[in-house]
């Protein structure tokens, strides 16, 4: 017991530096491990991010096709109805420009009147 | 609809091809003044361009605020679109930014000392003893 004591004694020092450099070596473990744990809770709190973030994405992406698909259906109610519309009208003129043409032989003085509330034109004879 | 197309179709074979002349005459040669003499189909045209321009330009102009109406409401839909985006990307961060500082106060606590008075007096009694054995050893 003595003897160790001794030992102990005459290389303090050394045995000093040793159980410091212990020491330091397991507060360098314990911090790195600190900081690993640190560097995980920001990791998950990234990747639950990136998933959010995706799920937004995708969510808007239907939500983009959805509305487009809406303006689509639209814009071919709207050509369809245009062009039906149209249509119609190219028919009254039709009927009209043959009742017209019709009515230079049959019955003038429509005709004559017409003008005149169109126009506001005289009529001369 | 079938029918006004045949109608339309029957019109065109037996009307349109006859497209309307014009001339000018002049004072009792034999009209009663110098003007243009329109022959029928002329004639209707010109009645029918004047009782449909209303009703045709009605229709351009009311298809044409149609389609800048649905335009618009796309854009609509896809600012909105933007909009909420944009704002669930925002409670996101902020949620998942609240978790993490909260975990990363969690971790700072567990190793934080329960006691830092002891751990000062330790550390200073520590650091007393170590200058004192440098002292008498430089001084040996």
């Known amino acids: ?125 | 609809m079938l029918s006004s197309l045949l109608f339309l179709l029957f019109i065109g074979t037996a009307e349109a091809e006859e497209v309307g002349t014009f001339s000018s005459v002049k004072t009792n040669e034999p009209a009663p003044f110098n003007g243009f003499l329109f022959d029928k189909y002329a004639s209707s045209d010109i009645i029918i361009f004047r009782e449909t321009a209303r009703r045709e330009c009605d229709l351009q102009m009311s298809h044409q605020l149609g389609l800048q109406a649905n335009r618009y409401k796309l854009e609509i839909r896809d600012l909105k679109i933007d909009y909420d985006s944009l704002n669930d990307e925002y409670k996101l961060i902020r949620e998942n930014k609240d978790r993490e500082i909260a975990a990363l106060q969690e971790e700072l606590k567990r190793y934080s000392s329960k006691k830092p008075g002891w751990w000062f007096a330790a550390g200073a009694a520590i650091g007393v003893a170590g200058t004192a054995a440098l002292a008498v050893q430089l001084t040996k």
């Open chain 1, 1 to 125: 017991m003595n003897k160790a004591l001794s030992v102990v004694l005459a290389n303090w020092k050394e045995i000093l530096i040793v159980l410091l450099m212990g020491g330091l070596l397991l507060k360098t473990h314990s911090d790195y491990k600190k900081l690993e744990r640190a560097y995980e809770a920001t990791q998950t709190s990234l990747q639950n991010q990136i998933e959010g973030m995706k799920q937004i994405q995708q969510r808007d992406a239907i939500r983009r096709e959805e509305s487009l698909d809406e303006y689509r259906k639209t814009l071919e109610e709207l050509t369809e109805n245009y062009e039906e519309n149209k249509h119609q009208l190219e028919v009254l003129k039709s009927v009209n420009r043959k009742k017209y043409v019709g009515n230079f032989t049959d019955n003038q003085d429509e005709l004559i009147e017409k003008i005149k509330t169109l126009y506001g034109f005289e009529y001369v004879k």
